[in-house]
């Protein structure tokens, strides 16, 4: 693969982490009952099907792709997650500007918009049982490894994010619903962290089946 990422590649990203999604559904929903309203699956699920409903024809650019997924997540998915992926993708889309590929140092900026816009709606910080456990030491690791291009930069956000998810396990939860259980929301994985990751995941298996 060059080094540029098309908005059909992004697409291929985007029915990826869909088809995580579907497959993980039954363990997200397991995830969310232990500290939340156990509906992050089924939630996540129905929206991403909506999501790649909209995907044909494929938008002219990633800016164009990122609103139109913003825009059907906050209408489709409900309880938080909705509005939190929502603000990621429609954050992501202007940071992108008019190109129609995007480098590996463009997406990462873009990633970055789209969390700051997560952290600024949702107010959680790294440490808070949330995705942003996942998504933040991610773009770090994209960062530090996009000179040597997306697939890279994708492999070691992916690997990034895996451990964050994992690192919220003893954590107890200062934001969003599995905060009201206090301290027994330690000793289980966040639902949220879980979902980035499965996000990152996706993006770094598309990016390296085009390699």
Excluded: C
């Amino acid at each position: 693969m060059s080094g540029a990422v098309s908005t059909g590649l992004l697409v291929q990203w985007l029915r990826a982490f869909r088809d995580a999604v579907h497959a993980h559904k039954d363990e997200l929903t397991r995830l969310d009952s232990e500290i939340g309203d156990a509906d992050h699956g089924s939630n996540m699920a129905r929206g991403l099907d909506a999501v790649v409903a909209k995907l044909d024809p494929v938008p002219a650019t990633p800016a164009d792709l990122f609103k139109t997924v913003g825009m059907t997540l906050v209408s489709s998915v409900g309880g938080a997650s909705g509005p939190l992926y929502g603000t990621l993708f429609l954050r992501m889309g202007p940071a992108l500007g008019t190109e129609g590929e995007v480098d590996a140092a463009a997406l990462g900026a873009a990633l970055r918009a789209g969390v700051d816009g997560v952290i600024a709606r949702g107010k959680a910080q790294l440490g808070d049982k949330t995705m942003i456990d996942a998504l933040s030491p991610a773009l770090d690791a994209w960062d530090a490894a996009a000179g040597d291009g997306a697939v890279a930069a994708s492999r070691a956000a992916a690997d990034a994010a895996a451990r964050g998810r994992d690192a919220t396990e003893p954590l107890v939860a200062r934001k969003g619903r599995a905060s009201y259980l206090g301290e027994r929301s330690a000793g289980h994985l966040d639902p949220g962290a879980a979902s980035a990751t499965l996000l990152l995941e996706a993006l770094r298996d598309t990016l390296a089946a085009a390699e």
